[in-house]
């Protein structure tokens, strides 16, 4: 097996880093709701991604490792903020109850748990099936699917819609 040139490794992280990096973001936000954290999601993808750059035999596949690797840090870094977020969330919605309904969307988004948000996200969003969302957070297809029943049952209560 012949040895890569790393210019051209390098070359090739940074064209995926540019292609991916907005997704990458946005997806991490949607789970984690702090621009911040998002963006150290984002750079321990890019840490984590960068060590294992040449084990990934198809590159055509590397935009889709990326996100799962994100999605799964951002989860990983969720659980571990937790009890920060926790507070804050509760703090916001025993303030006076908002009117407008995308702040209501709003509070019940972060309501979801941050599986549900993920699947949410990478299926309407992004327009990922189902099984591929499974993937990508590392679940079953039928426990992403329980994730989005309960999410979208969970936002029909928020928003009074059934």
């Known amino acids: 097996m012949a040895l890569q ?4 490794d390098a070359a090739g992280f ?15 936000y949607s789970v984690l709701r702090d621009a911040q954290e998002a963006e150290d ?4 993808t890019m840490e984590l991604a960068w060590r294992s750059w040449d084990s990934l035999r198809d590159p055509s596949k590397r935009g889709a490792w990326l996100r799962q690797i994100c999605v799964r840090r951002a989860l990983r870094s969720r659980r571990r903020l937790f009890p ?5 969330e509760t703090d916001h919605v025993h303030g006076a109850p ?3 309904p995308d702040l209501d969307l709003d509070r019940g988004y972060r309501r979801l748990t941050p599986q549900q948000r993920a699947v949410v996200t990478l299926h309407y969003e992004y327009g990922y099936t189902l099984d591929e969302c499974a993937s990508l957070i590392g679940c ?6 329980s994730h989005l029943a309960r999410a979208l049952a969970s936002l029909r209560k928020e928003l009074n819609y059934g």
Do not use: I, S
């Open 41 to 44: 999601a984002v750079q321990e």
């Open 84 to 88: 920060r977020l926790w507070l804050a």
């Open 98 to 100: 908002p009117t407008d």
């Open 140 to 145: 079953r297809p039928g426990t992403a699917r």
């Open 14 to 28: 940074e064209a995926a880093v540019l292609a991916e990096g907005g997704r990458l973001f946005a997806v991490a």
């Open 5 to 8: 040139d790393p210019a051209r």
